[in-house]
């Protein structure tokens, strides 16, 4: 199957291979439809997952006997680490996530982040690194995640961030989505070009080429 990105849930995982990286899609809970991505480093089969959603058992069946070193939370909302504290629990995978969000996602999910992790830090995947992207607004500690391959092909991990259309939900307070266009424009947009591909949190992907002549539009709409 050539990966597209679409998925739904229940429905097979996609696969894409980006260099040292295999990145595998699922999408997991009927109502929410939430996007899990599981990186494999092929040098030496370590796993990283990002959002263990929901459904542990499609999850833990993906990972399979190998070693699930870090599973890393986007950001602290309840739909984004309901198979946390199952995964966790099977594997003795490390907890990641963003400084601001890590003891709300403890508080939800009985589960301590081991790592907390601000704007540039690198989080391992195996002999590769993932860059994190700091991102307020839908959270405090919203975090991206940013991997080059070996081709120069960007791949970006946005959580509740930013999708195809928008950046994410702020909920009405127009204080925060002024936070968060800011930082999707500043940390993302100016920083990273056209051609870097980008998977969020939920439903399909897109690119920031696709995406970036609606950034005034966005802007002005206020969502």
Request: glycine share 12%; net charge negative.
């Amino acid at each position: 199957m050539t990966y597209d990105g679409n998925v739904t849930p229940g429905g097979p995982p996609q696969v894409r291979r980006a260099g040292c990286v295999t990145i595998t899609k699922v999408a997991v809970d009927e109502k929410m439809s939430n996007n899990a991505y599981l990186l494999h480093c092929e040098e030496t089969d370590e796993l990283v997952l990002i959002d263990a959603a929901d459904d542990a058992a499609t999850l833990l069946s993906l990972i399979g006997d190998r070693s699930l070193t870090a599973v890393i939370t986007t950001h602290q909302h309840w739909d984004h680490h309901r198979a946390l504290a199952d995964v966790v629990a099977a594997t003795g995978a490390s907890v990641v996530a963003g400084a601001p969000d890590a003891a709300e996602i403890t508080s939800q999910t009985g589960v301590p982040v081991t790592r907390t992790v601000v704007h540039g830090d690198r989080i391992a995947v195996g002999t590769c690194d993932l860059t994190v992207i700091a991102l307020a607004g839908h959270t405090p500690g919203s975090i991206a995640l940013f991997w080059e391959d070996s081709s120069g092909q960007g791949h970006l991990f946005t959580g509740d961030s930013l999708f195809p259309g928008g950046v994410g939900n702020t909920f009405g307070d127009a204080a925060a989505f002024a936070t968060l266009i800011d930082e999707v424009s500043t940390k993302i947009f100016d920083v990273h070009g056209d051609d870097v591909w980008f998977y969020p949190g939920h439903g399909g992907d897109s690119t920031l080429g696709a995406e970036r002549p609606h950034l005034d539009e966005w802007r002005e709409r206020g969502w």
